[in-house]
């Protein structure tokens, strides 16, 4: 699961949160295994202000000798959480009353830790549901940069208004509100992109 985020990306995630419907609350817990942490201290928290970075502690656990933690915490909506060690630190989207299995791979990074140096660290999530948010943004995703990276020479003519319609009524909708939101919101930043009408997105998509 890639865990960088650009601030495109943010901002859609963002987006998306305010118009998810509540979900009914339920445990949801992520089971990590990464050898090279033992004895390490990791947090689970989200982030209520992405400006100021303020963030609330979810649960924290301590890395045992086998090399893995547990978190768990009590959620009522689809959620980004960051699993941090120190200030290395990983998103992941979770849905309430979910498990998730986390493999952290080793890092060369990893000794920075220590150091309280910034960092992002990566992650593979096990048997993930292919109807999980993750998955499905994580298709999503691959599919929208495929296109512009397959478009690029079109970008500022019309030819791209042409291709962006075509690569929305390709879509397949999602049945997890949050994802529709999340697909709205890019689908109206990659229309805003191409000089599509402000008025126009805002009573189509948002």
């Keep these: 699961y890639p865990t960088r985020l650009n601030s495109k990306m943010t901002f859609r995630i963002w987006a998306a949160f ?6 009914l609350s339920g445990q949801t817990k992520i089971t990590g295994t990464c050898p090279d942490w ?26 045992n000798a086998s090399g893995q933690f547990e978190l768990v915490s009590e959620l009522n909506e689809v ?4 699993i941090r060690i120190n200030r290395f630190k990983a998103n992941l989207f979770v849905e309430p ?36 948010v993750n998955a499905q943004i994580i298709e ?11 478009n690029a020479r079109f970008i500022g003519t019309q030819t791209m208004k042409n291709k962006d319609n075509e690569f929305e009524a390709e879509l397949t909708t999602s049945e997890n509100e949050f994802v529709k939101n999340y697909v709205n919101y890019s689908l109206a930043e990659m229309k805003l992109t191409a000089g599509f009408p402000r008025n126009e997105l805002f009573r189509s998509h948002l």
Excluded: M
Aim: glycine share 4%; aromatic share 16%.
């Design 18 to 23: 305010l118009l998810l419907p509540p979900f």
């Design 38 to 63: 033992i004895g390490q201290v990791v947090e689970l928290s989200y982030t209520t202000n992405p400006i100021s970075g303020s963030k609330i502690l979810l649960d924290v656990d301590t890395v």
């Design 79 to 82: 959620q980004e959480v960051w």
């Design 97 to 132: 009353k979910s498990n998730y299995r986390a493999e952290v791979p080793s890092s060369p990074e990893f000794p920075l830790i220590a150091q309280w140096r910034p960092g992002n660290f990566e992650y593979i999530v096990i048997d993930l549901d292919p109807n999980d």
């Design 140 to 150: 999503f995703d691959e599919a929208y940069f495929t296109f512009f990276s397959n």
